[in-house]
């Protein structure tokens, strides 16, 4: 399972969910998406943009980790 840590990195750089969106060009409510481990892909144009917004790299915001109890 990939988790985004999106939300780590924005208290870090002490970010509002909605400056973030605006930094990157997206809406509130798909940021939030991707904020609270929702989405099901991210475009790497997406991941260029909080990148460059947040100053960071895509291992910043992306992680690897095994499945819990048998969940897909």
Do not use: W
Request: proline residues 3%.
């Amino acid at each position: 399972m990939i988790k985004v840590n999106l939300d780590i990195m924005m208290a870090r750089r002490k970010i509002g969910l909605l400056e973030l969106a605006q930094l990157m060009d997206i809406t509130p409510a798909n940021l939030s998406i991707l904020k609270n481990n929702k989405g099901k892909a991210i475009r790497f144009s997406t991941l260029d943009a909080a990148c460059k917004a947040l100053n960071c790299q895509p291992g910043d915001l992306l992680e690897y980790t095994e499945e819990e109890d048998g969940h897909e």
